[in-house]
């Protein structure tokens, strides 16, 4: 079967402790691994607001994570994410070429909003971003 | 007599000329739209959250897919709303 890149952003409910949060968060990555995934990035982005309430709550803990991995794994985390109440949401996305170049360049820090160089405002930022999808 | 190179100048020309619009995801060479980078997709939004249009975004068509979905993406994760007043 196809190994393909995905992405999947998780929200964890606001409850968590910080160290349930990791706990929970090495329990998927190794459910992940053991799956067959190889795990690419990891990346908690922490508490954050909410643009709208789920569940009730107005805050999340983010996690994002990228993985190269067959359908089947992608089905059985879903099924995980649906089953576990302390995920309040949660999205997978299949990575094109376009988005796996963005994200590599991202972790090399050339690319996003985190950038080694000058982090300016918008038009500077776009500008870069050119500079980027030019090579 | 005033000539014709006299009255040349006395309105500018480029007034009441549209500038012209153009795709900016080509122009700059950007291929991936990140929906988790909100800031960059605001842009594409008006007050309420609505998407702008291609005809005043300039988006070619094939852009102006991408970027609705990221934005249903991001909307989808609650980094940007759904329904909203005021959002900039």
């Known amino acids: ?135 | 007599m005033a000539s014709k190179n006299d009255i040349k100048f006395l309105s500018s020309p480029k007034i009441g000329s549209e500038r012209k619009k153009y795709c900016r995801f080509k122009k700059l060479g950007i291929n991936y739209i990140d929906y988790k980078d909100e800031q960059f997709l605001t842009r594409f939004l008006n007050e309420q959250g609505k998407i702008f249009p291609r005809r005043l975004t300039g988006n070619s068509l094939k852009f102006q897919r991408r970027v609705a979905q990221a934005i249903k993406r991001a909307r989808h994760i609650a980094i940007l709303p759904y329904v909203t007043d005021l959002l900039k």
Request: proline share 2%; charged share 35%.
């Open chain 1, 1 to 135: 079967m196809q190994t393909k890149n995905f992405e999947t952003v998780f929200i964890f409910t606001p409850v968590f402790k910080d160290s349930e949060v990791k706990e929970a968060i090495k329990a998927y990555v190794s459910f992940m691994k053991e799956q067959g995934a190889e795990i690419l990035e990891e990346d908690l982005w922490g508490l954050k607001q909410l643009a709208y309430p789920i569940k009730k709550k107005t805050t999340g803990i983010y996690f994002v994570t990228e993985y190269r991995a067959t359908g089947e794994v992608v089905d059985a985390l879903e099924l995980k994410c649906r089953r576990d109440t302390a995920v309040l949401r949660f999205l997978t996305v299949r990575l094109d070429k376009y988005a796996i170049k963005y994200n590599d360049d991202k972790r090399k820090g050339l690319a996003g909003r985190n950038r080694k160089k000058a982090a300016a405002p918008a038009e500077s930022e776009e500008n870069a971003e050119s500079a980027e999808g030019a090579e």
